[in-house]
């Protein structure tokens, strides 16, 4: 039972490690993404103030100009990508320290229990965190998906003004990448959500041990 | 690697299969993630118990893991290892 119990352990291991680093890498596209939304059209919107385009923009107010709603979510983005990533570097750690602990526990008698046992102290300790990125990461993929729509909108207005050959290739390659992103940013979730149910379950099946280990102690309160 | 949210008998088994070999207090203190004085009532615990004994090796007090240990270390491990076992698993 011990060998397949830590195969078992080991590949569940992998399994985080590896979900951890595509969030990591998706998180740090996300902020790099969104930091360039948000410069990019700060600056666009700048230029537009300075010119008076936009104050003068016929009767269409300022605040519904795209470039506008692109910089407001380029910044939302970034605070939230922020995060995102910033729990997932947390996040890679543990999962690295874990991986050289599951190797040094080969060798030890109680190595597959205090592994068991940490992993659950781990994730009780986490579960708030892990709630957090779930909302992080879903409130991010909605902003990206709303920041490649609006980006088709305003790359419809330039493009309808002056056909531009690279910079339709340019705002396609921006969409696709804001809606890679957004999209990631709704399935991540799932996974969280399935690793939670995971653990949630052995943290319950934990409770009716406890009460096996209570007994045994005589009641230790 | 920190140690998380442990439950009162998660710190028990860690005290108890730490100190099968023998440890000083402070190694347990280290190794365990507690401050002094829970980590003190902890082991009064399981002194009172008979899990765990005081000894004096070599002029330094040893904390060793008891004969008597054996039976709660066992179940922790049965009942860890079972509930692992025997929950689904995550998988990318």
């Known amino acids: ?85 910033i729990y997932s570097s947390q996040m890679l750690a543990d999962a690295d320290g874990f991986k050289k602990e599951y190797l040094k526990s080969q060798q030890l ?61 340019g705002i396609v390659a921006s969409v696709l990448a804001s809606a890679a992103v957004g999209v990631a940013g709704l399935i991540l979730p799932r ?15 934990g409770e009716k041990a406890e009460e096996e280990l209570r007994k045994m102690m005589g009641g230790s309160e | 690697m920190k140690t998380g949210r442990r439950t009162e008998f998660e710190i028990y088994w860690e005290i ?3 100190c099968k070999s023998g440890q000083t207090f402070t190694q347990i ?13 902890y082991l009064n615990f399981l002194g009172d118990k008979g899990y765990i004994a005081k000894v004096n090796e070599e002029g330094k007090g040893i904390y060793r893991t008891t004969a008597k240990a054996g039976e709660y270390l066992a179940l922790f491990t049965k009942l860890y290892q079972e509930l692992f076992d025997n929950s689904p698993e995550f998988k990318l």
């Open chain 1, 1 to 85: 039972m011990a060998e397949n119990i830590g195969t078992k352990f080991g590949r569940e291991l992998n399994s985080f490690f590896y979900f951890v680093i595509i969030n990591v890498v998706f998180s740090g596209l996300a902020m790099g993404l969104s930091i360039s939304f948000a410069i990019l059209n700060i600056l666009a919107v700048a230029d537009g103030i300075m010119k008076g385009v936009l104050f003068n923009w016929g009767s269409v107010p300022l605040w519904i100009s795209p470039q506008v709603f692109l910089a407001a979510l380029g910044v939302i983005a970034a605070g939230f990508s922020m995060r995102w990533l």
């Open chain 1, 191 to 205: 996974y969280f959500s399935s690793y939670s149910s995971t653990w949630d379950y052995r943290l319950k099946e």
């Open chain 1, 109 to 169: 008698s109680d190595g597959l229990t205090s592994l068991i046992m940490r992993a659950m102290a781990y994730y009780r300790a986490k579960k708030t965190t892990i709630q957090m990125l779930v909302l992080v990461c879903r409130v991010g993929g909605i902003c990206f998906l709303i920041s490649a729509g609006l980006q088709i909108l305003n790359g419809f207005l330039v493009l309808s003004a002056a056909f531009d050959p690279f910079l339709l290739a």
């Open chain 2, 29 to 41: 203190v280290g190794r365990c993630d507690l401050n002094s004085k829970i980590a003190q009532d």
């Open chain 2, 16 to 18: 108890l299969s730490f």
